[in-house]
């Protein structure tokens, strides 16, 4: 079955900069690849998400990039401010399977 | 609309109890699929139904069970609880029709096993 790892697991960084969260996964056959936010004590929530068919996505200050040959996929937050620390986790569907999520990404943006 | 919702929101059992948790999904959503989350281990997946049918169910041991009424809400049931199932259960319901992309997350149940 499909298999995520997300790296890194505990990443700050300083307000104003940027934070990249990169995960890989195994099934060639995965072509949905969403990112989630959870706040502390909050519950996720869906921030972005990109298909197998397009290689880049933004949505104002996050994006994420897909490489399907190395089966990679990495989300980007630029400007980072404080709201921006939580746990991010990271997704892959293959086809009508269910989603497999990457183990989480805690970012911390320190003012 | 309402969101997900999920109860209890926090529940303390003891262990070879067993446990019933409930979600109401967002009103219009067929499809609903349950997470235990686990400090450091993510979301492992659980179930996955769409119009009270289960269409796919992870790798956990068969205490685990659930169902889905003709309402679309929820239900999972845990039997003979042990330390190990303490965590947060979430419940997600998706609008895609049974393609369960773009989920839509409760605030979870937090089961505590003592």
């Known amino acids: 079955g499909e298999n995520v790892e997300q790296h890194p697991s505990t990443l700050s960084v300083q307000e104003g900069d940027s934070a990249v969260i990169k995960c890989t996964y195994s099934d060639s056959a995965s072509n949905y690849f969403p990112w989630y936010k959870q706040e502390l004590g909050k519950r996720p929530q869906l921030i972005i998400d990109i298909r197998s068919n397009v290689g880049e996505k933004k949505d104002q200050r996050i994006a994420v990039t897909l490489n399907k040959t190395a089966k990679h996929f990495s989300l980007h937050i630029t400007e980072t401010q404080p709201e921006d620390s939580a746990v991010y986790f990271c997704a892959a569907k293959p086809g009508n399977t269910p989603l497999v999520f990457g183990k989480g990404t805690r970012l911390s943006v320190i003012a | ?114």
């Open chain 2, 1 to 114: 609309k309402a969101g997900v919702t999920q109860t209890p929101r926090y529940l303390i059992k003891t262990r070879g109890q067993q446990v019933t948790l409930s979600c109401s999904p967002i009103s219009g959503h067929r499809s609903v699929s349950w997470y235990q989350q686990t400090p450091g281990q993510g979301l492992q997946f659980l179930f996955e139904y769409f119009s009270e049918t289960q269409r796919n169910k992870g790798n956990f041991p068969g205490r685990f069970s659930g169902r889905q009424f003709s309402n679309s809400r929820s239900e999972m049931n845990v039997s003979t609880l042990e330390l190990g199932d303490s965590a947060l259960y979430l419940c997600a319901s998706s609008p895609d029709r049974g393609r369960n992309e773009k989920l839509f997350f409760g605030s979870g149940t937090q089961l505590s096993v003592l």
